[in-house]
């Protein structure tokens, strides 16, 4: 069975930086790209970020290039978000999501549960 179990979330004042972890189980890790996902409260769902499944070949969108990180350690089954100089408008749900294919773009096939990001003062 896969598992995606996000971790990291909290509450940040404006500025500040969190790291978003995704544990992944119940497939070969290395196999596949991976997606960060959010939701900001009353929102639609917006692909924040996609990594291949070597983790040489990122994508951002654009409201977030320079600030957020992706990457991902194929020994310890585990997808990071590195997030610097958060804005309130960050603020959402993150969701840890498995691509079908070696690369993200190839779609989404399983999500995590997500982890809240609160950027407030």
């Known amino acids: 069975e896969v598992q995606l179990v996000e971790s990291g979330g909290g509450l940040v004042q404006p500025g500040g930086s969190l790291r978003l972890s995704c544990v992944a189980s119940g497939f070969t890790f290395s196999s596949n790209g991976m997606s960060w996902v959010r939701q900001a409260p009353g929102k639609g769902l917006e692909w924040v970020s996609g990594?291949?499944?070597?983790?040489?070949?990122?994508s951002y969108v654009d409201s977030v290039k320079g600030r957020f990180t992706i990457s991902r350690d194929n020994a310890k089954n585990t997808l990071y978000l590195q997030m610097n100089s958060l804005k309130p408008e960050d603020t959402a749900v993150y969701y840890c999501?498995?691509?079908?294919?070696?690369?993200?773009?190839?779609?989404?096939?399983?999500w995590g549960k997500g982890t809240l990001v609160t950027v407030s003062s």
């Open positions: 990594i291949d499944n070597g983790g040489s070949i990122t």
């Open positions: 999501s498995k691509a079908p294919g070696t690369g993200w773009a190839y779609g989404i096939d399983y």
